[in-house]
């Protein structure tokens, strides 16, 4: 393997490993953490990935080609004046005596011989101008390999996240959103970009310039965003969800965008349609059809046909290859229609996506799509270039300050038009007036087409990656500091948010249970649960550890058990047991306090690890607590007492 690549690699993943620890200590996501030290590391700071290196190495090769082509211009020139001459020479004195034949045939084997001289220098100067042989090249032709591979594994990371996105798409969301995913959402992306064409238009920029960097003014960043609004328990309040419309609607429009902006680019005008259409808008929308219809039968052929065999199977390998397979598949299905591998990884996570094994395939494909997410976003930030920040401070914050405020502006009236509150439309407007890190594939396209120049494409990648920064920060000032109702999760006991197996499994039982925690004590309860003819959801924060259980049918939800929508679809509603297993007591707390909130009526048995957090559970809402701290001191009495003979001793002692 390419030892650039590895050290590459190596150098992120460490680095990444790093930021990311440190982030955690200090309560922030890691997202943030990958930027930033993807800034440090990158070409534009200390540049440990070789890049400047690359560049030189490059201009150093580029240097000896167009030297070897300089002399072997001159060579030919002068091995061509020296075979004119002679042949002038072999012309002037071809008349003359005979006696001079000698001499002639002399002049004629010179003259062969400097054309054989002049052929040989062509055929040793016509090579191919990678093929130069020399250490510059050979150390050239072994970082592009590097660098290739490095580029390849950071787009897969995309690919994973697009897949994410589809896998959690459901028509049951888009129902429920409909009105602000499509009117809010089209409203927020054509002012966005409409008004960034006048913008840019207004400086003396190229409308198609405009197009593109609107378009990445439009987009947002759902995952950092959602995990904002979590941290300060406001994912669940209506207006989240409304706005989470908006979110989704910008993720499906970018493979649209993706499709149309080479066409308006020019790439892909020269391309000859393959279908007969001799329109490229045409042909495009004509194949995008067709995939979309493949994509819908593929669908239904897995929830009706492939899934119940795969789960009868039980085999966690054969699930991520399948996974896998249909990830590819897709992504070659749309290469080769002429579309783009985006949109064929976001179509299969929707044709994997409402059936029994969408969260064991989420769970298996997790551990994939956080490592090469991390080296995505840490190449994000490697693109910065501090230099071109430094000498031009003042026109990027502008900037930045600018698209921030225009896009807050711009959702802030998309959200109001769609009907929610005038203070609500303003927070949840600046909660997404950051660029999204997928805006950045968009960003790349226009730079590669010449759409944009390198100063435009630098200042808005430092817009782009310092808006993502500032995004924490950003949804807390909108949520706390801008005069918002407060508003309380939606406590209601609908079946909305259940998937199809679970409510089955309720409907076909005699009381249902929850419980939180996947460990030990956890699969004993949810197994007693079964063997008691009663429905049991399964709910932990890792997915890895629901695997099992997902394998045996048994219903379960990733996520945090103190999250009302996590609850929601472990069918806290309906439960009549709920029972928290966690070995961490603070969250024990807020499980307990969470699910306390959600069904008033339901018995709630609580585990803690200290007897001072007896009543606080007990105030949050747990009829029972367990102590574990009371337990071991009751055991080692019991034991002393049949044991040692002594007189029993209180446990409170």
Same mark, same amino acid.
């Given at each position: 393997?390419?030892?650039?690549?590895?050290?590459?690699?190596?150098?992120?993943?460490?680095?990444?490993?790093? %930021?990311?620890?440190?982030?955690?200590?200090?309560?922030?996501?890691?997202?943030?953490?990958?930027?930033?030290?993807?800034?440090?590391?990158?070409?534009?700071?200390?540049?440990?990935?070789?890049?400047?290196?690359?560049?030189?190495?490059?201009?150093?090769?580029?240097?000896?080609?167009?030297?070897?082509?300089?002399?072997?211009?001159?060579?030919?020139?002068?091995?061509?004046?020296?075979?004119?001459?002679?042949?002038?020479?072999?012309?002037?004195?071809?008349?003359?005596?005979?006696?001079?034949?000698?001499?002639?045939?002399?002049?004629?084997?010179?003259?062969?011989?400097?054309?054989?001289?002049?052929?040989?220098?062509?055929?040793?100067?016509?090579?191919?101008?990678?093929?130069? @042989?020399?250490?510059?090249?050979?150390?050239?032709?072994?970082?592009?390999?590097?660098?290739?591979?490095?580029?390849?594994?950071?787009?897969?990371?995309?690919?994973?996240?697009?897949?994410?996105?589809?896998?959690?798409?459901?028509?049951?969301?888009?129902?429920?959103?409909?009105?602000?995913?499509?009117?809010?959402?089209?409203?927020?992306?054509?002012?966005?970009?409409?008004?960034?064409?006048?913008?840019?238009?207004?400086?003396?920029?190229?409308?198609?310039?405009?197009?593109?960097?609107?378009?990445?003014?439009?987009?947002?960043?759902?995952?950092?965003?959602?995990?904002?609004?979590?941290?300060?328990?406001?994912?669940? $309040?209506?207006?989240?969800?409304?706005?989470?419309?908006?979110?989704?609607?910008?993720?499906?429009?970018?493979?649209?965008?993706?499709?149309?902006?080479?066409?308006?680019?020019?790439?892909?005008?020269?391309?000859?349609?393959?279908?007969?259409?001799?329109?490229?808008?045409?042909?495009?929308?004509?194949?995008?059809?067709?995939?979309?219809?493949?994509?819908?039968?593929?669908?239904?052929?897995?929830?009706?046909?492939?899934?119940?065999?795969?789960?009868?199977?039980?085999?966690?390998?054969?699930?991520?290859?399948?996974?896998?397979?249909?990830?590819?598949?897709?992504?070659?299905?749309?290469?080769?229609?002429?579309?783009?591998?985006?949109?064929?990884?976001?179509?299969?996570?929707?044709?994997?996506?409402?059936?029994?094994?969408?969260?064991?395939?989420?769970?298996?494909?997790?551990?994939?799509?956080?490592?090469?997410?991390?080296?995505?976003?840490?190449?994000?930030?490697?693109?910065? @270039?501090?230099?071109?920040?430094?000498?031009?401070?003042?026109?990027?914050?502008?900037?930045?300050?600018?698209?921030?405020?225009?896009?807050?502006?711009?959702?802030?009236?998309?959200?109001?038009?769609?009907?929610?509150?005038?203070?609500?439309?303003?927070?949840?407007?600046?909660?997404?007036?950051?660029?999204?890190?997928?805006?950045?594939?968009?960003?790349?396209?226009?730079?590669?087409?010449?759409?944009?120049?390198?100063?435009?494409?630098?200042?808005?990648?430092?817009?782009?990656?310092?808006?993502?920064?500032?995004?924490?920060?950003?949804?807390?000032? %909108?949520?706390?500091? $801008?005069?918002?109702?407060?508003?309380?999760?939606?406590?209601?006991?609908?079946?909305?948010?259940?998937?199809?197996?679970?409510?089955?499994?309720?409907?076909?039982?005699?009381?249902?249970?929850?419980?939180?925690?996947?460990?030990?004590?956890?699969?004993?309860?949810?197994?007693?649960?079964?063997?008691?003819?009663?429905?049991?959801?399964?709910?932990?924060?890792?997915?890895?550890?629901?695997?099992?259980?997902?394998? @045996?049918?048994?219903?379960?939800?990733?996520?945090?058990?103190?999250?009302?929508?996590?609850?929601?679809?472990?069918?806290?509603?309906?439960?009549?047991?709920?029972?928290?297993?966690?070995?961490?007591? @603070?969250?024990?707390?807020?499980?307990?306090?969470?699910?306390?909130?959600?069904?008033?009526?339901?018995?709630?048995?609580?585990?803690?690890?200290?007897?001072?957090?007896?009543?606080?559970?007990?105030?949050?809402?747990?009829?029972?607590?367990?102590?574990?701290?009371?337990?071991?001191?009751?055991?080692?009495?019991?034991?002393?007492?049949?044991?040692?003979?002594?007189?029993?001793?209180?446990?409170?002692?």
């Amino acid at each position: 393997m390419n030892e650039y690549f590895i050290v590459n690699i190596a150098i992120i993943l460490v680095s990444g490993f790093i %930021a990311g620890t440190i982030c955690k200590y200090l309560k922030a996501s890691p997202l943030i953490g990958y930027l930033l030290v993807g800034a440090l590391i990158g070409p534009g700071c200390l540049d440990l990935t070789n890049v400047r290196e690359y560049e030189r190495t490059l201009e150093s090769v580029e240097q000896s080609v167009v030297l070897e082509e300089k002399t072997r211009q001159n060579s030919e020139e002068a091995l061509e004046k020296r075979s004119h001459n002679r042949a002038e020479a072999i012309s002037n004195r071809f008349e003359r005596p005979s006696t001079l034949a000698q001499e002639n045939v002399e002049l004629r084997r010179e003259l062969a011989t400097v054309e054989r001289e002049l052929a040989e220098q062509r055929g040793r100067t016509t090579r191919p101008a990678d093929s130069v @042989d020399n250490e510059n090249a050979e150390q050239l032709a072994r970082m592009r390999e590097g660098r290739y591979a490095l580029e390849s594994a950071t787009e897969f990371g995309v690919l994973l996240l697009l897949f994410s996105i589809g896998i959690e798409f459901t028509f049951a969301q888009l129902a429920a959103t409909a009105k602000y995913m499509f009117v809010g959402g089209a409203i927020q992306m054509g002012l966005t970009i409409g008004v960034g064409i006048l913008v840019c238009i207004l400086f003396k920029m190229n409308w198609i310039a405009g197009l593109a960097i609107g378009s990445v003014l439009a987009l947002s960043s759902t995952a950092l965003v959602y995990k904002s609004l979590g941290d300060l328990g406001q994912a669940d $309040t209506k207006r989240a969800q409304a706005t989470l419309g908006l979110l989704i609607f910008q993720d499906i429009a970018l493979v649209p965008l993706l499709l149309i902006l080479p066409i308006v680019l020019g790439s892909g005008a020269e391309k000859e349609a393959d279908w007969g259409f001799s329109n490229p808008w045409i042909d495009m929308t004509f194949k995008s059809i067709l995939f979309c219809a493949v994509v819908l039968l593929l669908k239904f052929g897995n929830r009706t046909i492939v899934t119940p065999r795969l789960a009868a199977l039980r085999s966690n390998d054969l699930v991520i290859l399948y996974a896998i397979v249909i990830l590819l598949l897709m992504c070659i299905l749309a290469e080769a229609l002429g579309l783009t591998g985006a949109l064929g990884a976001l179509a299969a996570g929707v044709i994997l996506g409402e059936n029994r094994l969408t969260h064991q395939i989420d769970a298996l494909v997790l551990p994939f799509r956080e490592a090469f997410s991390s080296m995505f976003f840490i190449s994000l930030g490697m693109l910065t @270039d501090f230099a071109y920040v430094f000498h031009r401070p003042l026109v990027c914050l502008l900037t930045l300050v600018g698209a921030v405020a225009f896009k807050a502006c711009c959702a802030t009236l998309a959200l109001r038009i769609c009907g929610m509150d005038r203070r609500g439309a303003r927070a949840y407007g600046i909660c997404i007036s950051q660029i999204g890190e997928l805006a950045f594939m968009i960003l790349s396209v226009a730079y590669a087409a010449g759409a944009l120049k390198e100063g435009a494409y630098n200042t808005m990648l430092f817009v782009s990656v310092a808006s993502l920064v500032l995004t924490p920060n950003l949804v807390k000032f %909108a949520i706390t500091k $801008t005069g918002m109702p407060e508003e309380v999760a939606d406590a209601s006991k609908s079946d909305e948010d259940i998937s199809p197996e679970l409510i089955r499994a309720i409907t076909n039982s005699e009381g249902h249970g929850i419980v939180v925690g996947a460990g030990p004590i956890g699969q004993t309860l949810a197994n007693a649960l079964l063997k008691a003819k009663r429905s049991v959801c399964v709910v932990d924060f890792n997915p890895v550890n629901l695997q099992s259980y997902s394998q @045996d049918n048994v219903p379960t939800v990733a996520g945090d058990g103190a999250d009302h929508e996590v609850l929601r679809k472990a069918g806290i509603g309906r439960a009549r047991l709920v029972f928290v297993t966690t070995p961490n007591d @603070d969250l024990t707390i807020n499980v307990v306090r969470s699910a306390r909130a959600l069904n008033p009526t339901a018995e709630i048995v609580a585990r803690t690890r200290y007897r001072i957090n007896v009543a606080p559970l007990q105030r949050a809402g747990a009829g029972f607590v367990l102590c574990e701290e009371n337990a071991i001191a009751e055991d080692m009495l019991k034991l002393i007492e049949d044991n040692v003979g002594g007189a029993p001793v209180p446990a409170s002692v």
